[in-house]
């Protein structure tokens, strides 16, 4: 059964309907929630993308129009003309609660199978199946709040760019490998056999020539794809809001995208993002939080206890140091009576970060309860206390390790468990933002013995530190900056280099010869031969930006059809085979496999 509309409008959404729409003659299209059928009246919540209304059919209202009710079952498509009027029993808990729809006419639209999960908010149902039936579990009233959150975030973000002089450009989807970063996906090209396009892993370089172009502001919400192995909230694609700006500083980029911010939280959740928003240099921030990202929203911060146990004749505390490393320590307040399990537990956490193992002291009433004690002086456990600032109560965790890289990433990583072990911020609502600066320019690869760009071989040196370029490359920082919110980055960027020398001399750090450079990026070398600004710009992660927008820790709640834990598509079982025939024409000869996760 599927009648058809035959002309029937709707006349209004289902959760827009109050008590000054009663007496109305009413249209209204949806599913069914729920029926209930209570003799002679049929009851049927019905829910469009708005909310839920209720409607009331009666053999003495309209019998026809009841016994066709009485057929209806969740998830049938219905369609209802009625009067608007007064509930006799409000419901205070929706919108629509003190008003109903007295049914007159009902037509069935199409009917419905039961469906394999429920159409409910907080859905406690296994992922797959979820994403196996995605257009159901996007019906869910929760999931249909966070795709208009996200429509509402993505026209607050494009009003406010045109409004600064923004254009909005497109960049190319098929593009050239560049590798240097990510695993680019590759795309076989028809007419060029033995030849790939590569999707964008960010419209970089495009956006790059679109300043050499004179476009001046240029403004993007843009499909970005990585071939990498996912982690937690990383899909194979995403969505980046990319800018790029010329004649511009770190501080005009920093500043013009503080103002986005502010506007997207303030009229799409009401809040007030203070103006202008802190920076930390990157060595702050990795040696008070052991990350790049740090999570603001509690202390615990990382406290160098190096000097006061320099002497120390324990020897894990005396092999670090004596081979350049450190000593350090967060301290956990209230904790002291941590059972030695949990702390157990916390020691092999460490350890999955290189660290050796976990030094504690437990700052009791009575006592101080340490296995390390013994091998510490008086003055030592005193210095360890005072430079915690510890009270009784108090716990302190150590970590030392001869290289610092381990104890900050141990530590940072041990803060943030030991917060989610003691539930710090579970009924934390704060949106707690900060710049994160003066980056690393480049790291060192040992396994490849070269250095590698942190960011991407376009990012501009601090000018101060341009000559160890030649002498240190690891003392060079970056015009870099990241705007980290609750420990996650939400964004990042860089002022580039104009500068073709600057930029040939960046390529040969990096271990490229002049012919590999323009191999990768001739294309961009060649545009900066023709009078390239001064540019910089940064890219936003929208998808990341709307989770925190709405709520949620799941970077698959965000996006309408994500790909799973294994990059596979439950709903279209992407990627698949193809036939031999569009292999031909390919010029591709692969080795197919019968299995997909």
Not at 62 to 77: I, T
């Amino acid at each position: 059964m599927g009648e058809s509309l035959k002309g029937l409008k709707r006349t209004h959404m289902c959760g827009e309907l109050r008590e000054s729409n009663i007496g109305e003659k009413i249209t209204v299209m949806g599913w069914v929630q729920r029926k209930r059928n209570l003799g002679g009246l049929v009851f049927v919540d019905l829910r469009d993308r708005t909310g839920i209304l209720q409607v009331v059919f009666g053999e003495e209202i309209n019998k026809e129009a009841f016994q066709k009710a009485d057929l209806v079952k969740p998830e049938y498509c219905i369609s209802v003309t009625g009067e608007l009027v007064k509930r006799e029993a409000p419901n205070n808990n929706i919108p629509t609660g003190m008003v109903e729809l007295k049914g007159l006419n009902i037509k069935i639209l199409s009917e419905s199978e039961t469906p394999p999960i429920y159409i409910k908010e907080n859905l406690d149902a296994a992922e797959n199946i979820r994403l196996k039936y995605r257009y159901l579990d996007l019906r869910r009233p929760d999931m249909q709040k966070i795709f208009s959150i996200r429509n509402k975030a993505g026209k607050v973000v494009r009003d406010f760019l045109d409004e600064n002089g923004f254009l909005d450009v497109d960049t190319p989807i098929l593009t050239k490998s560049t590798p240097e970063g990510a695993r680019d996906y590759l795309v076989p090209s028809r007419n060029y056999p033995g030849m790939f396009y590569a999707l964008p892993q960010s419209p970089q370089i495009f956006k790059q020539l679109l300043m050499v172009s004179g476009f001046d502001r240029y403004y993007q919400i843009a499909k970005c794809f990585r071939d990498e192995d996912l982690r937690a909230n990383r899909q194979p694609e995403f969505t980046q809001i990319d800018l790029e700006m010329s004649f511009v500083e770190e501080d005009d980029v920093i500043e013009v995208n503080e103002r986005l911010i502010q506007r997207v939280f303030k009229e799409v959740l009401n809040v007030d993002v203070e103006l202008p928003i802190a920076r930390m240099p990157y060595k702050e921030a990795m040696e008070k939080y052991g990350s790049d990202k740090p999570d603001l929203r509690f202390g615990m911060e990382i406290n160098d206890l190096t000097s006061v146990v320099s002497n120390s004749e324990f020897v894990v505390f005396k092999n670090a140091i004596s081979e350049g490393g450190s000593v350090r320590a967060i301290k956990v307040e209230n904790s002291a009576d941590m059972g030695r399990k949990k702390i157990d537990k916390l020691g092999e956490f460490v350890k999955t970060y290189k660290a050796k193992g976990l030094a504690w002291i437990a700052y009791k009433e009575d006592e101080i309860k340490s296995p390390i004690a013994k091998f510490l002086t008086e003055e030592e456990m005193n210095g360890i206390l005072n430079t915690m600032n510890a009270k009784p109560g108090d716990l302190i965790l150590i970590v030392g390790d001869a290289k610092n890289s381990v104890v900050f990433q141990s530590l940072g990583a041990l803060r943030l468990q030991v917060a989610k072990d003691l539930d710090i911020l579970k009924d934390n609502k704060e949106f707690k933002f900060t710049w994160v600066t003066e980056f690393p320019l480049l790291s060192y690869n040992e396994e490849e013995e070269r250095y590698q760009a942190e960011h991407h071989p376009f990012t501009m040196p601090m000018d101060e530190d341009i000559p160890y370029l030649d002498t240190d490359p690891s003392r060079v920082r970056a015009k870099a900056y990241d705007l980290v919110l609750n420990g996650e980055e939400l964004g990042g960027g860089s002022i580039r280099i104009h500068n073709t020398d600057l930029q040939q001399k960046m390529f040969e750090v990096l271990g490229f010869t002049k012919e590999a450079a323009w191999e990768r990026f001739g294309f961009l070398l060649e545009a900066f031969k023709f009078g390239p600004p001064p540019h910089g710009g940064l890219a936003f992660g929208f998808d990341r930006l709307i989770m925190f927008l709405a709520g949620t820790d799941n970077i698959k709640d965000v996006i309408a059809f994500p790909k799973n834990q294994n990059a596979f598509c439950p709903l279209t079982e992407a990627p698949n085979l193809v036939d031999d025939k569009q292999l031909g024409e390919l010029a591709l000869n692969i080795k197919k496999s019968d299995k997909i996760d």
